[in-house]
């Protein structure tokens, strides 16, 4: 009854191709690219054809965006329970990022898209203009059990021109510190660093003073991901990575015109300049900079806690010891994190509105993935096959594998219930990460104004962050980076249009 499948992996090119064409196309008329008016018409709620009970189970389709396909409804105990519990046909399928935005503008300008997928805020303001979402306002009363799981509060990153179309997930705990070899830093006779200019100081001896005993120079301070390591420090001087807006001081703030920005950037560049960061800095797409850790390479990097593994790192070296530290605290203070406040957003097109009993089982399916007994569903599976629970207390008997570890938790978990019972031997770590300091951004709750790129604009940010940490752009030289940044690319635009949509959305005040 329930099936799954696998879409945008075996496609042949021919139909990527007409796919790619379709949605140009239709890209073209103005009918997914949002740059025209909000074609939106107020409506009251919605005239739905009326129906019977449903004489059989409702199918329902389901998008999400993972690298592998869920499993068939034969292997899948949590869809069988699911249909056989709520009366449903659930087809989830898996695509990669790509093809699953591909697939989705050509299904809602077709009318034939899945019934549920996620969007993010962008997404969701581009589609609502071109009215192709279902506006969930007149059915909010009904949707109260999903609405209170996630928080009231969280609706206004769904909302719209006063409309609501679709439930923002739960927000999940943040995964990321710095990570520090404690047995080069106790080698070395030093201490955990606590300030920006310890942190450097560290990282320099960890480049300079042969922390592995080998006689090479072979070692560095410092790595991570280019798009997320240098966060925490950007934050120790009160600001973040170029080109985001934060509320400093009850003003909105992009960071470009931070004068706090080029006291950063001159501190990093000191990691450059001094050669303490690792050489491939800009190269760590992936997981290279875990690779160089474990190979006993870096004395810190900045990385996530379910990717840290003890057992695999000792297997390489049984004395290395990679323990949290805080972030660093800078001329601001507390070095943060930028935190973006949006969320994952699940939502539906419009084209459903008149099939009442579609719309009804939807809306019993998401209130069942928030209600208790649901939500363990979501979590951990089925009672007495992938866990147990005695007194309340729950324990995982066998973990599910991804995406089925979270294909049902529609409207996301409750996150530390869910990472307690479930990686019980990570507490520590993950407890950790999710108390570090960030700094609010709100770039995702911004759309881009007509007339403005901000793919362009955002190459060429980082094009010259990194010209100027590595020496290739004299700091001296900023003044005409913003100016530059303003006339070619009408960055100005951008940043009242964020002024005017975060008031808008009683974000700024």
């Not at 805080?326 to 973006?340: N, R, S, T, W």
């Not at 979270?406 to 031997?425: H, I, N, S």
Request: aromatic share 12%.
């Amino acid at each position: 009854m329930l099936s799954s499948q696998r879409k945008g992996f075996n496609s042949n090119m021919t139909k990527s191709r007409q796919l790619m064409m379709m949605a140009a196309v239709l890209a073209a008329g103005g009918v997914l690219g949002g740059c025209g008016g909000d074609s939106a018409k107020e409506q009251g709620a919605p005239e739905q054809q009326a129906s019977k009970a449903p004489a059989g189970p409702v199918a329902l389709s389901m998008m999400l965006t993972y690298s592998k396909p869920m499993p068939e409804a034969k292997d899948d105990p949590i869809k069988q329970y699911l249909d056989q519990k709520l009366g449903t046909n659930l087809t989830i399928s898996t695509y990669l990022p790509d093809d699953q935005r591909t697939q989705l503008n050509v299904g809602l300008a077709s009318g034939s898209s899945a019934d549920m997928f996620y969007v993010n805020r962008q997404d969701l303001v581009r589609l609502a203009k071109s009215n192709l979402l279902l506006d969930l306002t007149p059915y909010l009363d009904k949707l109260k059990p999903a609405v209170s799981y996630v928080g009231e509060g969280r609706l206004n990153l769904s909302t719209y021109n006063g409309k609501v179309y679709g439930i923002p997930q739960t927000e999940r705990a943040y995964q990321y510190s710095y990570w520090l070899r404690k047995d080069w830093l106790d080698k070395l006779n030093l201490q955990i660093p606590k300030t920006t200019e310890e942190f450097f100081n560290v990282a320099k001896a960890f480049a300079q003073q042969d922390p592995d005993g080998n006689g090479k120079n072979d070692t560095y301070g410092f790595s991570g991901r280019p798009t997320e390591a240098l966060g925490p420090l950007f934050g120790a001087y009160g600001t973040t990575y170029p080109g985001s807006f934060y509320i400093k001081e009850g003003k909105l703030v992009n960071s470009v015109y931070d004068p706090a920005m080029k006291d950063a950037l001159a501190y990093i560049k000191r990691f450059f300049d001094e050669k303490i960061i690792d050489p491939d800095f800009l190269a760590n797409t992936k997981l290279q900079h875990k690779d160089k850790a474990y190979q006993g390479q870096l004395g810190m990097f900045y990385f996530n806690w379910p990717n840290i593994k003890t057992d695999e790192y000792k297997k390489v070296n049984p004395a290395m010891d990679w323990v949290q530290i805080e972030v660093p605290a800078g001329p601001a203070g507390p070095g943060a994190y930028a935190k973006d406040m949006t969320a994952s957003v699940l939502a539906f097109p419009k084209s459903i509105e008149k099939d009442k009993d579609k719309v009804e089982k939807i809306i019993e399916l998401v209130n069942y993935s928030a209600s208790p007994e649901g939500s363990k569903v979501a979590m951990y599976g089925i009672k007495d096959k992938h866990y147990t629970e005695e007194n309340g207390a729950i324990k995982v008997t066998e973990v599910l594998a991804e995406p089925q570890g979270f294909a049902y938790q529609f409207v996301g978990r409750d996150e530390m219930v869910y990472l307690k019972t479930k990686f019980p031997d990570k507490e520590k770590e993950f407890v950790f990460a999710s108390k570090q300091p960030f700094i609010s951004v709100y770039d995702s709750m911004i759309t881009p104004p007509d007339g403005f790129v901000l793919g362009d604009a955002k190459r060429f940010i980082e094009e010259e962050l990194w010209k100027f940490v590595n020496g290739k752009r004299d700091l001296a030289t900023y003044g005409d980076f913003v100016a530059q940044l303003e006339n070619t690319f009408k960055y100005k635009l951008y940043v009242q249009a964020a002024e005017s949509q975060l008031k808008e959305q009683g974000i700024l005040k």
